[in-house]
């Protein structure tokens, strides 16, 4: 006060006028509804899946502002459906698309350019028949190789000047489980307390990210197996109907990895799990928009496309929609153990 030769009403004025100028404004629900629902053709607050089953239960696609968790066992298309998302983020908005880039970060060295544009040629041929159109795609498209849970963070942190640079419609990262579990699973019980804090850190600034630039976070995670026994030591699932004439089947659930505090933390949870003869489902098991239900697909050039033979949208068996349960294959007749995911019929066993 002596410094400004203010009085302290002054003071009390002056620091009153400072709070409100830098103290976030309040928003009502309505507005909230306007932003996130409400996008108009030139920016749009949806992006779709391009499946028009799952898009339906999602009330249009992965909504802007939000982060979205794709779960599953290798091999069963989480990498597809990012590279799909990439491309429909890419598109035009006559198309259907965001017409943005995408920021594209690669923890376990699988993405392929190639397969990118395969993607792309054989979802959309008329669209990428032209090269100067694949040019723009490969060019929308930044990718970036951290393989270590270190500089993953490094590069989260950065992401917020070239978003401030860019138009930018979509964030993934493929997978957010890989390099934390590589480097904390393996610790003592504080070491998983502190890899928890960072896992936490890193979801806050992704959400803020999303919501700050009004675009989609899309992170992949891997799966966990539970195996559940009661106070005998006797296996305990709620999950019996799939063991029902499976002699020496395994019971238990398959959960997402990360744990408990890392599910908190997703907006959207969609986990993938195979099914016979190749097929596989799509779960959504968390969403503030629908209750869980699943979409059969089937994996080909032009990625994911919708099983349209299953007529209906299936509901998950289990009782706890966040959990799946887990029999053996080498247990079910039929199924490769060397190729999982592959349908082996007796002709040919």
């Keep these: 006060m002596n410094i400004l030769n203010y ?13 409100k100028a830098i103290a976030p404004t309040p928003r009502n629900a309505l507005s909230l509804y306007n932003e996130r629902h ?24 992965l909504l802007a502002g939000t982060l979205t968790e794709i779960s599953g066992p290798p091999g069963c298309g989480k990498t597809q459906f990012c590279l799909m998302l990439t491309v ?4 035009p908005l006559e198309l259907g698309g965001l017409g943005t880039r995408v920021i594209y970060i690669d923890t376990e060295a699988t993405f392929s350019s190639e397969r990118l544009l395969e993607i792309a040629k054989t979802r959309y041929p008329s669209h990428f028949a032209s090269v100067d159109h694949l040019s723009q795609l490969a060019a929308s ?49 504080q070491g998983r307390f502190h890899h928890a804090a960072e896992l936490s850190s ?54 997402t990895a990360l744990g408990n505090t890392w599910s908190h933390c997703v907006s959207t949870r969609m986990v993938l799990q195979f099914l016979e003869r190749g097929r596989r ?22 990625g994911l496309v919708v099983d349209w033979t299953t007529s209906e949208t299936l509901l998950p068996e289990c009782s706890n929609p966040s959990t799946f349960c887990l029999t053996s294959r080498s247990a079910i007749e039929g199924w490769s153990v060397e190729h999982p995911g592959m349908y082996i019929s007796k002709e040919h066993t």
């Design 7 to 19: 009085t302290y009403p002054q003071v009390e004025a002056s620091t009153s006028h400072v709070c």
């Design 38 to 61: 409400c996008g108009t053709a030139m920016h749009p607050c949806v992006l779709p899946t391009s499946l028009h089953k799952l898009d339906r239960i999602l009330h249009g696609g």
């Design 88 to 91: 429909v983020a890419t598109l």
């Design 141 to 189: 498209v930044h990718v970036f190789s951290e393989i270590t849970w270190e500089n993953l963070a490094r590069r989260l942190e950065s992401l917020e000047v070239l978003l401030a640079e860019h138009s930018f419609g979509l964030i993934v990262v493929d997978s957010v489980a890989s390099p934390i579990r590589k480097e904390f699973e393996t610790q003592s019980t």
């Design 202 to 255: 890193q979801a806050s600034m992704l959400k803020q990210l999303a919501e700050d630039y009004l675009l989609s976070v899309v992170v992949t995670n891997q799966i966990t197996t539970q195996v559940l026994c009661d106070q005998s030591g006797e296996p305990q699932s709620d999950c019996d109907w799939m063991l029902e004439g499976v002699e020496g089947a395994s019971k238990g659930v398959v959960t």
């Design 281 to 302: 489902m799509i779960t959504v098991t968390k969403s503030p928009l629908c209750g869980p239900e699943s979409v059969v697909v089937t994996v080909e050039d032009k």
